[in-house]
């Protein structure tokens, strides 16, 4: 059974810092790609970052430069550096998995729909 659970969310003034994490328990088979989504209160949940097994990374635009998705392969563990946070990052953190990964060329999918696996969710709020 698969079973993803995040931690390291909180509140914080813009500019800051935080680092989530998740923590996986399953199959290898069920983690082809994971990622990070994000969903704040009357918009619909998008893809913030996503990894594969081989380490290839995608992120959102409104996220380069800021955050930095890594994974602990050995801990089973998912990371999401998050830097210079803003206002407008505040949301709930969702931790995904999948048991196929699609691609943009060389770049993993960021798209919700695409991962079968989800976390209860972790809260970000930013403030200015």
């Known amino acids: 059974q698969v079973r993803l659970v995040e931690s390291g969310g909180g509140s914080v003034q813009s500019g800051g810092s935080l680092r989530l994490s998740c923590a996986f328990s399953?199959?290898?088979?069920?983690?082809?790609?994971m990622g990070w989504f994000r969903q704040a209160p009357g918009k619909e949940r998008e893809g913030v970052a996503v990894?594969?097994?081989?380490?290839?990374?995608s992120y959102a635009d409104s996220v380069k430069g800021r955050f930095t998705i890594s994974q602990d392969n050995a801990k089973n563990t998912l990371y999401l550096q998050m830097n210079s946070l803003k206002p407008e990052d505040t949301a709930m953190y969702y931790c995904?998995?999948?048991?196929?990964?699609?691609?943009?060329?060389?770049?993993?999918?960021?798209?919700?729909?695409?991962?079968?696996?989800w976390g209860p969710g972790t809260q970000v709020t930013v403030s200015s």
């Open positions: 995904a998995s999948s048991v196929v990964c699609y691609y943009s060329g060389i770049f993993p999918r960021r798209g919700p729909a695409d991962f079968g696996y």
């Open positions: 399953g199959g290898s088979h069920s983690r082809q790609c």
């Open positions: 990894i594969d097994r081989d380490g290839f990374t």
